[in-house]
């Protein structure tokens, strides 16, 4: 059965002013990672450092340059050199929580899941009711092995932003976890309407994207497949299959799925129909790991 893995999916938040400095590493200037992002940051830089008006505090001004850095070391995968801009950001503003929450983020990517566990309950010391700390506090739990502990973060996300559909889906493949299907069904849903362009209640961070509707049927077919609710299975993978941007690593596995649905129902001759469809796209997945080398690696 296709299962898609688990991970926290969150918007992270916009954190101080749009400004930064080329980044430098032993005294020499990489510029691999001046983007064009990075240069439109530089330039409101100096718009706003050299006008009397706008000027930033000193402290205020090294605070955002360091998290603006940060986020572009972690953009480019530069986890160490994102770590040090965040610890000190963290420093020159230790009652803000955003640095916690970049700081976690990081050590989470560095594979220090107890160390993130540590910083990201300090930052949430210091502001009790951001929900973003709260959900990569979940993440955190669930790489130290206590999948009790990071689902009761989800809830405690979610009772204080439940309009984000990433909340939604990381809590339901926690569900999926302690065998609380009908719970993750639900959970399941409710991400997929606030995903949906027909719902109105995007104001929070989660913008209508179709794509991701289509993906987060796969899971809730995978969950009615475990509660032998075969058709709604079915259903769900074939919605899944309508998706204009579904690789087809994954079609390979849906239709897998659906197949054994299908035999589950004793509808032998649809079963044979979707493993023959399988077996047509199997030469096709080489041309995704071309472009994507971490497809049946579980990334």
């Known amino acids: 059965m296709f299962q898609f893995p688990l991970k926290a999916r969150l918007c992270k938040p916009a954190v101080g002013a749009a400004c930064r400095r080329p980044l430098r590493r032993g005294g020499r200037l990489h510029w691999h990672v001046l983007t064009t992002r990075t240069l439109t940051a530089i330039i409101f830089c100096f718009a706003v450092c050299t006008s009397p008006s706008l000027a930033l505090p000193p402290d205020d001004r090294e605070y955002a340059l360091a998290i603006n850095n940060g986020n572009e070391y972690q953009s480019h995968h530069h986890f160490h050199d994102a770590f040090r801009c965040f610890e000190h950001a ?50 955190a739990h669930y790489g130290v092995g206590d999948v009790k502990a990071a689902l009761a973060d989800m809830d405690r996300a979610i009772a204080l932003d439940n309009r984000r559909g990433p909340f939604f889906e990381r809590r339901a493949q926690l569900y999926e976890i302690f065998n609380e299907h009908e719970k993750a069904v639900q ?42 609710k075969y058709q709604n299975a079915i259903d769900d993978y074939t919605l899944y299959l309508k998706a204009p941007a579904a690789k087809k690593s994954n079609i390979l596995r849906i239709l897998h799925s659906r197949a054994e649905c299908y035999d589950k129902l004793g509808k032998h001759d649809l079963a044979a129909k979707d493993r023959s469809a399988a077996e047509n796209h199997k030469g096709d997945i080489l041309e995704d790991l071309m472009h994507d080398p971490t497809i049946g690696a579980g990334k």
């Open 90 to 139: 963290k420093e020159l503003q230790p009652k803000q929580w955003e640095p916690y929450f970049h700081v976690g983020d990081v050590l989470i990517a560095l594979d220090d899941s107890k160390g993130a566990v540590d910083v990201l309950q300090q930052g949430i010391k210091i502001n009790p009711k951001q929900p973003d700390l709260y959900c990569t506090l979940s993440q």
């Open 187 to 228: 959970d399941y849903t409710s991400s997929m309407d606030l995903y949906s362009p027909s719902k109105s209640n995007h104001a929070a961070g989660t913008a209508p994207q179709i794509d991701e509707v289509f993906r987060l049927a796969a899971g809730r077919g995978n969950v009615y497949m475990k509660m032998g």
